[in-house]
């Protein structure tokens, strides 16, 4: 199996249509419907359901798409590590994050090296642990952020210093406005927006008794689209603190949970992990910004 076939194949894909393809991928209609043949023999199975005007895939050409987009990912960022190899360091770092404003941290390292390697390009992405575990894994990803505890057979890591601290969302006119601390009972008769991670990994911390009792009406891997449901009267957010605008102008404001709830953030990198030159002097920085802010 041909990287060219794979790339042929996720064409087809995305176009629906094998004469399109065919046109954007500079090749002859025929070729392409024989290579696809071709490699459905080779797996041994149907990737594709034809009809007179257009293409859609199986459940197993469903799965060879996710696999496939993967593998050229990571086949792409192979040959920029190696075209980025020498005496400049430059290159292409890949980094999941998710949703917190710790990133601070990361956000200095990156304006420290780029002061030192200009040539250097970040590639950041937003999800939960899930999602950029998996990335990470597959060597998607050079790092991630996350706020669950790393799996320590996996992944080397290090702690950020601080917390990140857990509150509502809501309209700076909502009666829990009026409060200075929230409380498990006090959202009973809300809506509630907040992330599945958080309701997994998070809130049973605080109080599992009445988690059941609770009205989560929607879950969202980004807070600030679920403080536009919350401006828009929907209901209120569990998030941390510092995500969302709670500025005067943004008509919300933000009230810590009580009991607090606080939760940690990790840098992991997979162990055994040959970094390029560019995420080794990510890593580096990383390191040194750290140490000066516990100074």
């Known amino acids: ?16 249509n094998m004469s399109r393809a065919a046109e954007r991928l500079h090749v002859s209609q025929p070729t392409l419907s024989r290579t696809m043949k071709e490699l459905e023999e080779e797996l041994g199975q149907q990737l594709f359901t034809r009809s007179s005007y257009s293409i859609h895939l199986t459940d197993e050409g469903m799965l060879l798409k996710r696999r496939t987009e993967d593998l050229l990912e990571m086949a792409d ?8 190899l020498g005496d400049t360091v430059s290159g292409d770092i890949h980094i999941g994050c998710a949703e917190s404003y710790l990133i601070k941290y990361l956000a200095r390292a990156v304006k420290n090296l780029n002061e030192k390697y200009p040539l250097i390009r970040y590639h950041i992405v937003s999800g939960d642990t899930e999602q950029v575990n998996e990335k990470l894994s597959k060597g998607i990803y050079d790092f991630a952020f996350i706020v669950e505890p790393p799996d320590l057979s996996k992944y080397n890591y290090i702690e950020i210093p601080e917390s990140n601290i857990w509150g509502v969302v809501i309209p700076k006119d909502h009666p829990l406005a009026e409060k200075s601390e929230i409380r498990a009972e006090d959202l009973l008769m809300y809506p509630i927006f907040t992330s599945r991670q958080s ?11 009445i988690l059941d009792k609770l009205n989560f009406l929607a879950d969202f891997n980004l807070s600030n689209n679920a403080a536009v449901f919350v401006r828009e009267g929907l209901g209120v957010a569990l998030t941390f603190k510092h995500i969302v605008d709670t500025s005067i102008e943004s008509g919300l404001t933000f009230r810590p949970l009580y009991p607090p709830l606080e939760t940690k ?16 002097a990510l890593l580096k920085e990383f390191r040194n910004v750290l140490q000066s802010s516990e100074v």
């Not at 960022?77 to 980025?84: G, L």
């Not at 990790?266 to 030159?277: G, L, R, V």
């Open 1 to 16: 199996m041909e990287l060219r076939t794979l790339k042929y194949f996720l064409e087809i894909a995305r176009e629906e």
């Open 77 to 84: 960022k192979i040959k920029e590590e190696f075209r980025t």
């Open 199 to 209: 309701m997994a990994a998070d809130l049973p911390r605080w109080n599992s008794d």
């Open 265 to 280: 953030m990790y840098i992991i990198w997979k162990k055994y992990h040959i970094f390029s030159p560019a995420a080794e």
